[in-house]
């Protein structure tokens, strides 16, 4: 079936999909996304990734020209379109075309695209194993400069970082915030367990709210597991008994190897793998069906 994209308002093929070079996402970096994942036609938390949608544009202050319903529509028809039950979904709403100064009043108009791909998944043997990461010198933008609970077209520092983690042969970097706490890694949350608790760095330490995080929080604590949203230091990390990370594209991951020094007992724990089986089932039943 051919790639359609939605692009202002229409249904195109991928190959007439074209960003305008004067448009300000490209030019400045001025505009939002959202990853989503759509599973066997279930469009996991749908609502929940609008809502931060809703709440990045908000915070930006660039209009959203379609409303929630029209927009959950808009996803579960490109879907439709490119004979996809299970993607991975990119939702792009730039402040628009421009000149080529920065003034935002000079756009008139946001863009605003959708585009269903096919899901790279990461191989079943990094989920048992684990991987292995680093932390990064690039640091996470903290509050005193760009609030980082947008989800702006801006993510140079997490580039940074996880070209990083390459030059050092592994696959994701914790990054700092400037105090020097964990925030997370170059996409994904960070968590970790130690003696029953299980600790992810709080939105105000300058994660990002992923929904995966969310879903991870509310799993967790209804296996009986004591949650917390705090601050994280390299020593929490190196000394957990279980460490993961939590995203649309990696879902539930864990890290074995941070730094050099091997966490816990080196592959998947018992909790990161509980926590797993359960999500697993769960984004098949919580979210919008195509
Ligand atoms: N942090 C960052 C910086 C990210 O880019 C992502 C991926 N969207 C996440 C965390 C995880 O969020 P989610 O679970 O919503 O994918």
Not at 59 to 66: A, E, L, Q, S
Not at 214 to 241: C, H, P, S
Request: with cysteine; net charge neutral.
């Amino acid at each position: 079936m051919p790639q359609v994209v939605y692009f202002n308002g229409e249904y195109v093929p991928v190959e007439k999909a074209f960003i305008n070079v004067y448009d300000h996402g490209i030019l400045y970096g001025d505009g939002i996304f959202e990853g989503i994942r759509c599973y066997d036609g279930n469009i996991f938390r749908l609502k929940q990734h609008l809502r931060r949608l809703w709440d990045s544009a908000q915070y930006m202050g660039i209009p959203i020209p379609i409303s929630m319903e029209e927009m959950e529509v808009a996803h579960a028809e490109t879907l439709r379109r490119c004979g996809l039950r299970d993607s991975y979904i990119r939702t792009v709403l730039s402040r628009g075309v421009g000149d080529l100064g920065i003034d935002p009043r000079k756009c008139s108009k946001p863009t605003l695209y959708i585009i269903a791909g096919k899901i790279a998944m990461f191989p079943e043997s990094d989920y048992e194993n684990g991987i292995a990461a680093i932390t990064a010198s690039s640091r996470r933008v903290g509050n005193d400069t760009f609030n980082p609970r947008v989800k702006t077209l801006n993510y140079v520092n997490n580039i940074m970082a996880k070209m990083e983690a390459t030059n050092a042969g592994v696959r994701d970097a914790l990054m700092l915030n400037s105090m020097g706490y964990i925030v997370e890694c170059t996409a994904a949350n960070f968590f970790a367990l130690r003696e029953g608790v299980l600790t992810t760095p709080a939105c105000h330490v300058g994660a990002l709210r992923g929904i995966t995080r969310d879903a991870v929080i509310e799993i967790a604590r209804g296996m009986g597991l004591t949650v917390k949203e705090d601050f994280l230091t390299q020593y929490d990390a190196y000394v957990a008994e279980e460490t993961f990370i939590t995203g649309t594209g990696a879902e539930i991951m864990p890290i074995t190897k941070i730094d050099n020094r091997v966490i816990g007992k080196g592959s998947c724990g018992a909790t990161t793998r509980a926590i797993r089986e359960k999500f697993k089932a769960l984004v098949k039943v919580d979210g919008y069906k195509i």
